[in-house]
Each structure stands twice: as C-alpha cells, then as structure tokens.
C-alpha cells in the first residue's frame, strides 16, 4: 500500500487527496481471509457535486486546452508508470478483490495495454469531409462529451477502468468515476499514478462510496454528459432511468449467459482448456464468463469425462497462494452462488474442485462446480451466477444448438468450436452476440476489440477503437460560400 499510504480514505479531486464531505468511512474486506484491509471514504452527493465541477473546470481549463496529440502524451506516460508499478498495484488487486496473483497481473498488463492503445488512438480520429450542394463544404469533426460519469464494478476494476477512463480522456473528455465499493484500491492508486504521469487536475476525479449514494448521483448530475455502467443488470435499468431525464448517452456492460458451442468435429484438445478456463477465470466472475458449453451427442460423453477430470483438479485458495481460483469477492456473494447451488440440488452434478487448505475460514470460498445434462431451460442454464459453476447441455444438430444459444435474455459473447468453416461463418451470423470467437475464446480480453452485448446484456460498445465513438459525438459543419 506504498502507493496509496493513507489516501484509501480519501476521494481523488483536482489532483488532490480531499476527505469526504461525510467524513463516513466503509471497510475495505479482503476477501481470501475475512479481515478488514483498510476504510475508503463514504462519498456523498455533495462529493460527486464536488467533483464533477472539477472535471468541468478542467474542460475549460489545461485539460480542455490540450491537443490530441498531448493527450496521448499523458496516457502513453500513465501507460508506462502503471508498468513501473506492476507488482505493487497486483498485489493490492490480489488482497482487494481476492484474484489470483497471474490474474492480477494479468490486469495491470492489460490497464497499461488501454492506455498505451488509447495514447496511440487519440490523435487518429479523423472526421470527413462530405459531398454536398453546389458551393458548400461540408466536414465531421468528434467532439467530446464534457463531464463523463463511470460506474464501475469489483470484479475487474483495472480492466475497467483502462476501457472506459481510457478511451474517455483520450477523446478530451473530464471523467468522474465511482470505483465500487466492494474493490476500489487499484482505482485510488490509478488516479495517484496518473497524477504523476501528469494528467492535468481534474481531468480524472474518483469518488468511493456505496451506488445508491455516490453512483446514483453521479448518473443524475446535470452536468455529466455521459455514463458508461458496469454491473448488474438491475441497477443497469435504474441507471437508464436517471440517464434519460436528461437525455444523456448511456453505455451499459450488464452480464451474461455465454455459450461456447462444441460440434462432433472440434479440435477437441484445443477447445478443452477454453472451455474450463472461460467458466472459471476470476472465480467466474467476470461478464464475459462462458458459463454455458453445448456439446453435440457424438462427444457429449468425451467432453464431460474431460472437463470432469479437468474441474476434480482445479483448486482454490487465497490470492497470495496463486492457485486456479481465488475466493468470491464476498460473503455476500458467496450466498448468491450457493443460492444458485441450492437450486440445482436436482441437477446431473459431475464434478467439483476443491478448497485448500490453506484458506482460511473467514475468506469466501467457493469451490468450483459442473453440471451435466442441464434442461436449457433451467435457472442454471438461464440466469447470471457470476460464481464458478458451468452447465453441458447436450445438442443434436446445428439447428439445435443456435437455438438454446440464443435461447436466453442475455447476448454477450459466443464460441464455435468446428473445423467447418461454412459452419462457423453461418453460426457467426445468427449468434446473438457482441463478440463471437471462432475456434477460441477471449473472456475479457482483446485491448483492440470492440466488446458489449444485446439484450440483457446492455448495449454500447467498449474497448478498441469503436469505444471513442461511443465517448465522443459527432458535429457536422456546413458552409456555404459560393462557387
Ligand atoms: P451492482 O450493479 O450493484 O454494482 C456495480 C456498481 O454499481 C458499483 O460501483 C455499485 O456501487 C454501483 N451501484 C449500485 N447501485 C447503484 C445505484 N442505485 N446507482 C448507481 N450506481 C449503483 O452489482 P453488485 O451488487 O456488486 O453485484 C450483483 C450482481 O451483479 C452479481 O452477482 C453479478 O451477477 C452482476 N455483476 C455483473 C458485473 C459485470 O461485469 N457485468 C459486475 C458486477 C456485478
Ligand atoms: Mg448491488
């Protein structure tokens, strides 16, 4: 905690570290052992009044002032201090949200991966120029926002952050982010490093606290003019409410039910690694996680032994052991999976990993589970669990198996396991889906690639170069003078 010291318990505004009006804190749980690992500061409406009047000051100030190219300039310098300080910002990652250490590590290779992709980015956004009436020239050029609010969940903070602050600076916008409660000591210690990357004050202010106080006021403060959310679907519908009262453009990454879809001529070694790892990266609890693989009759019985064999060997522990899978971020969340659990009581229940011994008892472990033979239209093969636990559901023919793809509220992202390329082209098509991933699957990953979903799943699109429409809006300039 070098990096952040005693600032935890304080909001990042101006560049500076300011007590909260409230003077409230909340405890920061670690979740691999129960204990309390530091207090953030309890941020309230009058703090995000606070800071979003910063972010607009800075428009109007250095920040706004800024050219393209210096804005990449700063992130490209975040990029590299965000590298200087890899270890440090993974371990707090590790003890914050419970993830193993290649898992956060994995996270701070990819927060300074956004920067240095956004650094790149922010001076190539070209407008055009349009053919029009006799006399006139008519041009596009992108404009930012203002003041943009983010909401940010616990499950990939870092991640998060780079994709969306990321692309938010790179387009000369102010941002006000809301790191979750549950995890926000990376998002502290991003706008410390970004500071002394030397981002001008303002242009990132970070304001911790509980949603209904601190999220649910920056998505009704009149002067943001965008806000992008991660998170549940629930409170996904309540920010669209408070957005469209002002009529502000929204960006929602809600969850997921993403199928991985097997036929009988897959690269079956390939795919097995993809099929167990998609469902239980990060605990399962990413939006992306593949928590549905359909597998055609020919191999049903291949691939259930496999990923059988494959779930009996996964282990769990605490973040610092470095094993498959840490804990759930919660207790609370841990209830939810086990709620989940409860309900497919009567399921085909195959395998199980198992929990170290070296957790200790207060942390929120849960061990990994899979179920075979799921009904589609099960609770299980339905709704998020966003824990550790994937269901097989069998299928006869490609027919079939678009079917119960697609048979869900949600549409995030799908896989096609097949050396048929007429297959994959056909299935890539009517998959309801953001991204749709060809003989792999990238939970979460891809810098570069455009990422959201349909339905449930939200809309708006995050990540590569797409992400800077969404955080931009475009003016068109006719003038007419003469031929
Ligand atoms: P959540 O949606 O309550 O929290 C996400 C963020 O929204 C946090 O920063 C939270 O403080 C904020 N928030 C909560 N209520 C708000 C409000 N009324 N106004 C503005 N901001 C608000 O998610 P939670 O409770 O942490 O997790 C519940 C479930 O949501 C999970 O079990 C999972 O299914 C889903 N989820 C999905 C995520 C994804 O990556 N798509 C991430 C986190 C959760
Ligand atoms: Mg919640």
Same mark, same amino acid.
């Given at each position: 905690m070098k990096?952040?010291?005693?600032n935890p318990?304080f909001?990042?505004?101006?560049?500076e570290?300011? *007590?909260?009006?409230s003077?409230q804190?909340?405890p920061?749980?670690?979740?691999?052992?129960? /204990?309390?690992?530091?207090?953030?500061?309890?941020?309230?409406?009058?703090?995000?009044?606070?800071?979003?009047?910063a972010?607009?000051a800075?428009?109007?100030g250095?920040?706004?002032?800024?050219?393209?190219a210096?804005?990449?300039?700063?992130?490209?310098?975040?990029g590299?201090?965000?590298?200087?300080h890899?270890? /440090?910002l993974?371990? @707090?990652?590790?003890?914050?949200?419970?993830?193993?250490l290649?898992q956060?590590?994995a996270?701070?290779?990819a927060l300074?991966r956004y920067?240095?992709?956004?650094a790149?980015?922010a001076d =190539?956004?070209h407008?055009?120029?349009?053919p029009?009436?006799?006399?006139?020239?008519?041009?596009t050029m992108?404009? &930012?926002h203002?003041?943009?609010?983010?909401i940010?969940p616990?499950?990939?903070?870092?991640?998060i952050?780079?994709r969306?602050?990321g #692309?938010?600076l790179?387009?000369g916008?102010?941002a006000?982010?809301? *790191?979750?409660?549950?995890a926000?000591?990376?998002?502290?210690?991003?706008?410390?490093?970004?500071?002394?990357?030397?981002l001008p004050?303002g242009a990132?202010?970070?304001?911790p606290g509980f949603?209904?106080?601190a999220?649910?006021?920056l998505?009704?403060h009149? @002067?943001?003019?965008h806000?992008?959310f991660?998170g549940?679907v629930d409170v996904?519908?309540l920010i669209q409410e408070?957005t469209?009262?002002?009529v502000? &453009?929204?960006?929602?990454?809600?969850g997921?039910?993403?199928?991985?879809?097997?036929?009988?001529?897959a690269?079956i070694?390939v795919?097995l690694?993809f099929l167990v790892?998609?469902g239980i990266q990060?605990?399962?609890?990413?939006?992306?996680?593949?928590?549905?693989? @359909?597998?055609?009759?020919?191999?049903y019985?291949q691939?259930?032994?496999?990923?059988?064999?494959?779930?009996t060997?996964?282990?769990?522990?605490? #973040?610092?052991d470095?094993l498959?899978?840490?804990?759930?971020?919660? =207790?609370?969340?841990?209830e939810?999976? /086990?709620?989940?659990l409860?309900r497919?009581?009567d399921?085909?229940?195959?395998? =199980?990993?198992?929990v170290?011994?070296?957790?200790?008892?207060?942390?929120?472990y849960?061990? &990994?589970?899979l179920?075979?033979d799921v009904p589609?239209?099960h609770?299980?093969?339905?709704?998020?669990i966003f824990?550790?636990v994937q269901?097989?559901?069998?299928?006869?023919?490609?027919t079939e198996?678009?079917?119960i793809?697609?048979g869900t509220?949600?549409?995030l992202?799908?896989?096609?396991?097949?050396?048929?390329?007429a297959?994959?082209?056909?299935? #890539? =098509?009517k998959l309801r889906?953001g991204?749709?991933f060809l003989?792999?699957y990238?939970?979460?990953?891809?810098?570069e690639?455009?990422?959201?979903?349909?339905?449930l799943?939200?809309?708006g699109?995050?990540?590569?170069f797409?992400?800077?429409?969404g955080?931009?809006?475009?003016?068109?300039?006719?003038a007419?003078?003469?031929?």
């Amino acid at each position: 905690m070098k990096l952040l010291g005693n600032n935890p318990a304080f909001c990042f505004i101006n560049n500076e570290w300011v *007590p909260g009006c409230s003077a409230q804190r909340v405890p920061v749980i670690n979740p691999s052992n129960g /204990e309390v690992l530091c207090e953030i500061a309890r941020g309230t409406a009058d703090d995000i009044d606070i800071a979003v009047m910063a972010a607009q000051a800075a428009l109007e100030g250095d920040w706004g002032r800024a050219s393209a190219a210096e804005r990449g300039r700063v992130l490209h310098n975040i990029g590299a201090i965000i590298l200087d300080h890899a270890e /440090e910002l993974a371990e @707090l990652e590790a003890h914050d949200v419970g993830k193993p250490l290649k898992q956060a590590r994995a996270d701070v290779v990819a927060l300074a991966r956004y920067m240095e992709f956004y650094a790149g980015a922010a001076d =190539k956004v070209h407008g055009a120029t349009i053919p029009y009436l006799n006399g006139y020239t008519v041009y596009t050029m992108r404009e &930012p926002h203002g003041v943009t609010g983010h909401i940010i969940p616990w499950n990939y903070p870092m991640q998060i952050i780079g994709r969306s602050v990321g #692309a938010a600076l790179a387009m000369g916008n102010a941002a006000v982010l809301k *790191p979750a409660e549950e995890a926000c000591l990376t998002a502290l210690a991003f706008g410390e490093l970004a500071r002394l990357a030397g981002l001008p004050k303002g242009a990132l202010n970070i304001v911790p606290g509980f949603g209904a106080e601190a999220g649910n006021a920056l998505a009704q403060h009149p @002067l943001v003019r965008h806000v992008s959310f991660t998170g549940s679907v629930d409170v996904g519908k309540l920010i669209q409410e408070s957005t469209a009262h002002h009529v502000v &453009p929204l960006t929602l990454e809600l969850g997921g039910k993403s199928p991985q879809l097997v036929f009988e001529d897959a690269d079956i070694d390939v795919a097995l690694p993809f099929l167990v790892n998609a469902g239980i990266q990060n605990a399962g609890q990413t939006c992306s996680a593949s928590s549905r693989i @359909l597998v055609q009759r020919q191999i049903y019985d291949q691939i259930v032994e496999a990923m059988t064999q494959m779930y009996t060997d996964l282990r769990v522990g605490p #973040a610092m052991d470095d094993l498959d899978l840490g804990p759930v971020i919660s =207790k609370r969340q841990k209830e939810i999976v /086990e709620g989940y659990l409860d309900r497919g009581r009567d399921l085909n229940l195959v395998a =199980k990993g198992q929990v170290s011994a070296s957790a200790p008892e207060g942390g929120s472990y849960v061990a &990994p589970v899979l179920f075979a033979d799921v009904p589609p239209d099960h609770v299980l093969a339905q709704e998020e669990i966003f824990g550790p636990v994937q269901v097989v559901i069998p299928f006869d023919d490609e027919t079939e198996a678009l079917a119960i793809a697609n048979g869900t509220q949600f549409g995030l992202v799908a896989s096609v396991w097949s050396r048929d390329g007429a297959r994959q082209m056909r299935l #890539a =098509k009517k998959l309801r889906a953001g991204q749709v991933f060809l003989n792999n699957y990238g939970a979460g990953g891809g810098v570069e690639l455009p990422f959201g979903g349909t339905g449930l799943s939200g809309h708006g699109r995050e990540k590569g170069f797409e992400a800077l429409y969404g955080f931009s809006s475009l003016k068109t300039v006719a003038a007419l003078h003469g031929s």
